[in-house]
């Protein structure tokens, strides 16, 4: 976490971009990377292609006050298509959900 805020403050007039992996169940990483950016004031851009970021919307609200964008890939709308293709992913309503609840906070 050290070396992401020395990253940080070097780097003032960009954004960074966050992307959650499968793998991020089980770690649990990004919440913390987030608490850095946000003790940093730093602009964040969240790319989602599940709806683990709701477990995120406290440090997304405190970060919006800054910058703060959450974007969901959505390739398909028909949660059965969408099952076929990638099963291991959460379907479309489930981001669609998290969408929802993003946008309502």
Known sequence: MDLLSKELYHKRNNRTTISYMPVERALRLIHKFLQVIASQNFP????????????????????????????????????????????????????FKAMTMLAHQ
């Open 44 to 95: 964040v851009h969240v790319i989602a292609k599940s709806n683990l970021v709701k477990r995120d919307t406290d440090i997304l609200q405190e970060l919006s006050e800054m910058y703060a964008v959450v974007s969901f890939t959505i390739p398909y709308t028909h949660d059965f298509l969408f099952q076929k293709i990638a099963p291991k992913t959460p379907i479309t309503s489930e981001r």
